[in-house]
């Protein structure tokens, strides 16, 4: 009997920065969600250094692993771990639910299960990327407000000290208007080939 799997394509866009930042992905619909947490950061082009939860229907998904969320789990019974959700069990096609990293910076994305189909082929890949626009903000930018002022401040004072010191920071070639969607799907191939993302 051939074996069918289901992909899901979800748009995700990092909620409140304009103009938008968001990817479009496909992914294995048998992924959990600590795996789509990991499809996530390697889309955008996250570097994973901070915590993250999912919210789903009003109940939130975490890292019940994690030391530091502990307590959380603790205060809040509904708190549910996120590796042992399967993303075909939540999720349906015009589904919508929200992605939060780094509690500092806040950054919110929302999802959106665009598609759910059936394919007998198998996926070279538990993910890859369809399409996207724009650069991921900095690590630790300050959030939307943070990252709006960067831009401000290279556009406008691109010369100035604080210009340099964000360059310094960002990179010499950071540009937010660039999304190498190539090089995105490069990582989610690695992240394949090497089980990333499975534990």
């Not at 929200?98 to 007998?120: K, P, S």
């Not at 100035?160 to 999304?179: I, N, P, V």
Request: charged residues 30%; contains cysteine.
């Amino acid at each position: 009997m051939t074996k069918s799997y289901t992909i899901y394509t979800l748009h995700a866009q990092i909620r409140d920065i304009e103009p938008p930042v968001w990817r479009r992905i496909h992914v294995d619909g048998n992924i959990n969600l600590r795996k789509l947490h990991h499809i996530l950061q390697a889309a955008f082009g996250w570097t994973d250094s901070h915590l993250h939860d999912f919210e789903i229907d009003g109940r939130t998904y975490a890292m019940g692993d994690n030391d530091n969320m502990l307590d959380l789990f603790a205060e809040d019974p509904e708190m549910l771990d996120d590796r042992k959700a399967r993303l075909y069990r939540i999720a349906y096609p015009g589904h919508r639910f929200l992605y939060r990293y780094d509690f500092g910076d806040d950054w919110h994305h929302d999802i959106h299960v665009e598609e759910v189909t059936q394919t007998d082929h198998e996926p070279h890949s538990e993910a890859w990327i369809g399409a996207g626009e724009r650069a991921c903000p900095p690590e630790d930018v300050g959030g939307t407000y943070g990252y709006a002022e960067m831009l401000r401040v290279l556009s406008l004072e691109p010369d100035s000290d604080e210009a340099k010191r964000y360059r310094t920071w960002a990179g010499d070639d950071f540009d937010a208007e660039l999304f190498d969607r190539r090089a995105a799907n490069s990582t989610l191939l690695r992240m394949a080939w090497n089980n990333w993302g499975k534990k």
